[in-house]
């Protein structure tokens, strides 16, 4: 790993509307044992105001990765994507779907709204915690991210 990915946690917003996974979510990370700094918001409003730097989240830091489920009120993810693509001060930025979903037309649909990767959320604990583990692993020591690549 290079020193931009050691010398600071990266920053990860997690976009879920259940309350449980965002707990488990929080578990697999400390588990994992990983050096990151995890974010919730509970629906796609919320998502696009953090990401936008919007009352109440006027100070929040700028996601290495976006966790982004699916299926949340107000604004889904599919809006939120969508929303992220067209918008040149976002659309860098990294969008890791992570939902119980596993419809083809949906994960076809995901990609086709331009996210990075879809990954199904596992039932069992310790299965979650090893996708989170191969998450991080991936996004935080083999790709290079926009965020972190800017400095």
Partial sequence: MDNAY?????EILLADDDENYAFL??????????RANLHHVSD??????????????ADAPV???????????????????AEIVKDDALKHLAV?????RDEHAEIL?????RCNSYI?????????V????KLADYWLSVATLPTRALG
């Avoid at 996601?63 to 994507?81: A, C, H, K, N, Y």
């Avoid at 199904?120 to 979650?128: G, L, N």
């Fill in 130 to 133: 090893d996708v989170i583990k």
């Fill in 109 to 113: 649909h995901m990609y086709q709204l």
């Fill in 63 to 81: 996601p290495d990765i976006i966790l982004l489920d699916i299926e949340m009120p107000v604004m889904d993810g599919r809006q939120v994507l």
């Fill in 44 to 57: 796609g409003r919320q998502c696009l105001q953090f990401l936008r730097r919007q009352p109440p989240y």
């Fill in 25 to 34: 979510t929080r578990e697999a990370f400390s588990q994992a044992k990983l």
């Fill in 6 to 10: 050691t010398a600071k946690p990266a």
């Fill in 96 to 100: 890791v779907v992570l939902t119980s």
């Fill in 120 to 128: 199904c959320k596992p039932a069992a604990f310790d299965q979650y």
